[in-house]
């Protein structure tokens, strides 16, 4: 790869550091579908699971709320699920096409976090947890379903955001012997970590000016734009 994509992908990265951390959401909603525009292929979206996991072990040691241990009687057959079929996908969809489904995917899951309200009985669960496996397994962007669901069990929301975190550890370290990482320079993978840990930093920073709401709607929008370019670009570079 050229030096140009590498540093698209850096910039993708810090980009969504920076709405996780102001939001607690959306780091592989905004990094996935840009970087694999980029590079095409499960491992790109490996790539963003790594970072993702990383990112999230941070805010699992930043936040002070309590691990809400019970959900997982629900989520975990239920994510396993789900992560069986994201495989078979990986193995069966041609990677050709798999920038425009991550680009789709990313915002299907941006509508779902705006519109869906899981209720909080265990069949809203288990879909919350196939879709979520799924979904992350294969284009890395699965996490507002399980976190429409969680949000419905009424947990003060340090609770919510530390219990979400573990969710997608739990399905970062499972999707990442699938998906594989790509042969790319190490210095590649230190500038990614520096990229992850400023953008967090600035997202908090930016979560502490900003009300919830503003926080949220700034999110959105990123996350957006982001699916909405990367789809056009891999649509034009499909066609071309």
């Known amino acids: 790869m050229d030096v140009r994509a590498l540093a698209l992908m850096e910039a993708a990265i810090f980009l969504g550091a920076i709405v996780q951390g102001t939001s607690g959401l959306g780091f592989n909603l905004t990094a996935a579908p840009i970087v694999n525009a980029l590079m095409p292929g499960p491992q790109s979206v490996g790539l963003i699971n790594l970072y993702a996991l990383l990112q999230n072990t941070l805010l699992v040691f930043r936040e002070k709320g309590q691990i809400r241990w019970e959900a997982f009687r ?3 057959p239920s994510l396993a699920v789900g992560v069986i079929l994201g495989f078979v996908m990986v193995r069966f969809i041609p990677d050709s096409v798999m920038p425009i489904l991550v680009a789709l995917s990313a915002l299907a899951s941006l509508v779902t976090l705006m ?12 879909t919350a947890g196939v879709w979520s496996g799924a979904i992350n397994t294969y284009a ?20 919510f955001l530390r219990t979400l975190q573990v969710v997608f550890i739990g399905i970062d370290l499972v999707s990442l012997p699938i998906l594989g990482l790509p042969s790319l320079p190490l210095w590649f993978y230190a500038i990614g970590l520096a990229c992850l840990v400023a953008g967090n930093q ?17 999110s959105r929008a990123v996350i957006a734009a982001a699916a909405l370019v ?11």
């Open 230 to 240: 990367s789809l056009a670009y891999s649509a034009y570079a499909l066609a071309t």
């Open 115 to 126: 519109a869906w309200r899981a209720g909080p009985s265990p069949a809203s669960g288990i």
């Open 140 to 159: 890395g962007v699965g996490g507002p379903p399980v976190a429409s669901y969680l949000i419905s069990q009424g947990w003060a929301h340090a609770d």
């Open 74 to 76: 629900i989520l975990g």
């Open 202 to 218: 600035i997202g908090s920073r930016l979560r502490q000016r900003l009300t919830q709401d503003q926080a949220v709607l700034l």
